[in-house]
């Protein structure tokens, strides 16, 4: 019967492992709050706040207040029955994994001999026992490199006793517990059974023998304990007692045997933490002892980190793991990746261009990052006038310059009613051309906004005046006014089209 009931046990035991080793939690207690450190250990913790020592002091941690009741029984030569037993203890934490538990234990057992052992003589008992006792409990789970505080304890304790306990016996054929039982008074007349500290009690029967024995025990157990709040949980546990003592049970079977009875005590608890969480944590067998190292390591808060020192060969600000230019003299601009300013985008960087604006229309360059530029307008036209007698075959004047506001390429009211006068003398005149020429040199977006404009008076009198666009010549960037584009009749030849130098900036 009692193997049976082991088996179930351990079976219990472990089903609740099991899952005890897969749940995670939290990641524990606020390592910063000094108010949880004992007065003892703050010149550690001021040490660890300020990085002058690694570790962080032990917090203070409640005490566990425990109660158990459960199954108390006597392994011996006679066959026992379950019965009843109790226990208060009190745990305190010494390591997340060691921790030392003080109790009483108390109970009582009985127990009836089978047919044989009847036949042999051998009695019907009863035991009383009190103890108190010190158990050693290793927690086999608080730390774990793959989960936070654990919501199970599984322990194995080892632990000394201190047992008083007083057995009754009747004859053989008294079985029953009303008026049948005696006391047993130990072994031997002066009661010398090895093992025994000493009897007390009464003064009772022949000899002035006394009914209470006083013994020492070595006891050895596992548990498992499950946390239902930060302040409660409940468990299981099973407790052997072992003591150098063979009269639990009033009996030694002849011959004698060294095989000393036993106390088994089968126990369901309810634990319960005393203490304020304002300034104690839980019992450290509830924390994880490695949650500050992985909790610093995925969100450090606590290391200083020095500051990353990259090599820079060049001194450019770009370091030489992403720098395309890693020999750039020292002082000269660059962009993002280490390479030289070139703002003209000529090939020619700035520090060596004598022309840091050289219009595009006057690439490509020498090795100077100076354009080749075409002759200017006014000199080409002024001798294509002079070629044909001073205004040759083509006779328009006084067409009008484009006014445009600031910034802006957008065709005024004003602008299409002088285009469309404009339009009725470019008509009148088909052996002329008519040069459209934009103004704005100092920058690529200016430069970019003069073509812009030059080409909304192109679209304007192609589009809605009807013009054929080889008549217009198209010219940007010119020296002027930035804000205007002139309209001026020729019979030079030049570009119909031109694309746009900086789309980009459009």
């Known amino acids: 019967m009692a193997s049976k009931k082991y088996a179930l046990m351990l079976g219990l035991i472990s089903l609740f492992s099991s899952a005890a080793f897969a749940q995670q939690s939290d990641a524990g207690y606020d390592w910063r709050d000094s108010s949880k450190i004992p007065t003892r250990s703050l010149p550690q913790q001021s040490e660890f706040l300020n990085n002058q020592y690694p570790y962080p ?57 089978n047919t044989t052992q009847r036949t042999a003589g051998s009695p019907s008992y009863q035991n009383w026992k009190h103890s108190g006792a010190l158990d050693l409990i290793v927690s086999l789970n608080p730390n774990s490199k793959y989960r936070g505080n654990p919501k199970t304890n599984i322990y194995v304790l080892a632990g000394v006793d201190l047992i008083a306990t007083k057995v009754f016996f009747s004859s053989p054929g008294g079985q029953q517990i009303d008026g049948a039982y005696t006391t047993f008074y130990g072994a031997g007349r002066n009661n010398t059974e090895q093992g025994t500290i000493t009897t007390f009690g009464g003064e009772e029967g022949a000899n002035g023998r006394k009914g209470w024995t006083l013994l020492g025990g070595a006891s050895a157990g596992a548990g498992i304990a499950f946390k239902l709040s930060p302040k409660i949980n409940i468990g299981l546990e099973q407790r052997f007692t072992l003591v150098p003592y063979d009269y639990l049970d009033a009996y030694k079977p002849v011959p004698f045997t060294n095989a000393n009875d036993v106390y088994s005590f089968t126990s369901a608890r309810l634990n319960i933490n005393l203490g304020s969480s304002a300034n104690r944590v839980q019992p450290l067998w509830w924390l994880n002892g490695n949650n500050f190292i992985y909790n610093e390591l995925n969100s450090p808060q606590h290391m200083k980190l020095p500051t990353p020192v990259l090599p820079d060969a060049d001194g450019d600000g770009v370091t030489d793991q992403f720098d395309m230019e890693p020999n750039t003299p020292s002082g000269v601009p660059v962009d993002v990746r280490g390479v030289s300013k070139d703002t003209d985008s000529d090939g020619v960087p700035d520090y060596k261009d004598k022309e840091l604006l050289t219009p595009q229309k006057c690439f490509p360059v020498d090795a100077d990052g100076v354009g080749n530029c075409p002759e200017p307008a006014c000199c080409t036209e002024l001798r294509a006038r002079m070629d044909s007698g001073y205004g040759g075959a083509c006779n328009i004047s006084n067409l009008p310059s484009i006014q445009f506001r600031a910034g802006r390429a957008t065709l005024s009211r004003e602008a299409t009613t002088m285009l469309a006068s404009a339009a009725t003398q470019i008509k009148a005149t088909p052996n002329c051309k008519v040069r459209v020429t934009g103004h704005g040199t100092s920058t690529k977006s200016a430069q970019q906004l003069s073509w812009e404009r030059v080409n909304a008076v192109i679209n304007y009198l192609v589009e809605k005046q009807g013009i054929s666009p080889d008549r217009l010549l198209f010219f940007y960037g010119e020296e002027g006014d930035a804000n205007t584009v002139d309209l001026i009749g020729t019979t030079e030849s030049g570009p119909n089209t031109v694309p746009a130098p900086h789309p980009n900036l459009r």
């Open 57 to 113: 002091a032990k917090p203070k941690n409640m005490w566990e207040l425990g109660f158990a009741a459960g199954n108390n029984m006597v392994l011996g030569d006679i066959k026992s029955k379950a019965d009843v037993g109790g226990a208060i203890t009190l745990r305190k934490a010494i390591s997340h994994t060691f921790s030392l538990r003080g109790g009483y234990f108390g109970g009582y057992a009985q127990g009836y001999p």
